[in-house]
């Protein structure tokens, strides 16, 4: 019984470490870009720069706040050689919707498509707006939903962890 309990004990804690891990590093999923061509985050993400990745979906209207606020300080962003990134979560049913969408917003950022939630999956994402802040492929930030100013605290965010 002793024996059990440590074996159940000791797999219990690698699989509570390994999961823990997965949270702070974005995998090397496969993701959609705007072409519908399947790319990997890792043909993405530079391992020197800083990304700002926001989860997003065409019905989410604090989403839609969000990205429309970092327009305005994207140009800042740009400048610190910090990237935007917006990841749709639209599904098959609202996928439609992304092209149009984003045709009528100044979004100069990258979008790519999450339609199957691979990645959102992969990361634990449950509600949107979900924005992560990255250096490369490490997670050093994350926030569930979005109040007007909050673009701001990202970028000071960023800032302060150089």
Not at 155 to 160: A, C, D, L, V
Request: a negative charge.
């Amino acid at each position: 019984m002793v024996k059990y309990v440590k074996t159940s004990l000791s797999i219990l804690f690698i699989l509570l470490t390994v999961s823990s891990l997965s949270q702070n590093i974005i995998p090397n999923t496969k993701i959609k870009n705007l072409e519908s061509e399947f790319i990997y985050t890792n043909d993405v993400l530079n391992q020197n720069n800083f990304y700002i990745i926001s989860f997003w979906a065409t019905w989410c209207i604090p989403c839609i706040n969000e990205l429309d606020a970092i327009v305005d300080i994207y140009e800042d962003l740009e400048k610190d050689n910090i990237e935007v990134i917006a990841i749709s979560t639209d599904d098959a049913r609202t996928k439609k919707r992304v092209r149009p969408m984003i045709n009528g917003k100044d979004w100069n950022f990258k979008i790519l498509l999450d339609e199957n939630h691979d990645l959102k999956r992969v990361l634990n994402i449950v509600g949107i707006p979900h924005t992560i802040i990255t250096k490369g492929t490490k997670i050093i930030y994350r926030r569930v939903g979005y109040s007007p100013g909050e673009e701001i605290d990202l970028f000071e965010f960023i800032r302060k962890y150089e």
